[in-house]
């Protein structure tokens, strides 16, 4: 499909252990952020990647979470040591550009045993 | 703290029922765009509104820009059961957006 693609949709993870969750994003499109979303609550804003610029690293909560963004398309969410407060839904989306529509995938749900 | 104020938090109202949310900010914003997302799913782009004082419509939605565009309301009429959702807004600058923690919304039959 055209839309955001995120993967795996699902992820059960033992505490202390890593994950990576993936992003495919609009073909074109510049911009990709990415949110956290915990049971009932918002968006928590994460990690913005705008064209060759240097990432917005101003969301993430700790030192654990890093992403990247290769070759300006596909990005990873690699979260280290995972804690049980790390389970929550991941949002992903991406935009022609920052200023435009971000269009979101449906979303990686991760739960730390 | 949150660049986006959204209020109430939580509003759980009848069917036929008219409501109104907020979203306040003490940042100018050149856009400011409202979403809803249902369970399970992203969130999906109602509108965007760029100019202060602007108001759009969307059927029974009337989104406002605050004159000062730090500032935006979503007023729903005769809410029915699909308007069941959490909304959030999103005020945009330079290259970005942020969002708001959204307000979750029950319209019980």
């Known amino acids: 499909g055209a839309g955001v693609s995120q993967s795996p949709s699902n992820k059960v993870t033992e505490k202390g252990k890593d994950v990576e969750l993936r992003c495919d994003p609009i073909s074109g499109h510049t911009a990709l952020y990415w949110y956290r979303q915990s049971l009932g609550q918002g968006l928590e804003f994460l990690i913005y990647f705008q064209g060759n610029s240097a990432p917005d690293k101003s969301g993430l909560p700790s030192d654990r979470f890093s992403a990247e963004r290769t070759g300006g398309s596909v990005s990873t969410l690699t979260i280290q040591r995972t804690q049980q407060e790390d389970s929550a839904v991941y949002l992903c989306?991406?935009?022609?550009?920052?200023?435009?529509?971000?269009?979101f995938g449906a979303g990686t749900r991760l739960s730390v045993l | 703290t949150q660049l986006l104020e959204q209020s109430p938090q939580f509003l759980s109202i009848q069917e036929g029922e008219n409501l109104t949310v907020y979203c306040n900010s003490s940042?100018?914003?050149?856009?400011l765009q409202w979403y809803r997302q249902e369970p399970g799913e992203g969130p999906v782009l109602l509108v965007t509104?760029?100019?202060?004082?602007e108001v759009k419509k969307l059927k029974r939605l009337t989104f406002q820009f605050g004159d000062a565009r730090k500032d935006s309301s979503l007023h729903i009429t005769a809410a029915q059961p699909g308007d069941t959702g959490l909304y959030l807004c999103a005020g945009g600058n330079n290259n970005d957006m942020r969002f708001g923690a959204g307000t979750r919304l029950t319209v019980k039959p």
């Open positions: 989306a991406s935009s022609l550009n920052g200023r435009n529509i971000q269009y």
């Open positions: 509104v760029v100019t202060g004082g």
């Open positions: 940042s100018v914003f050149s856009s």
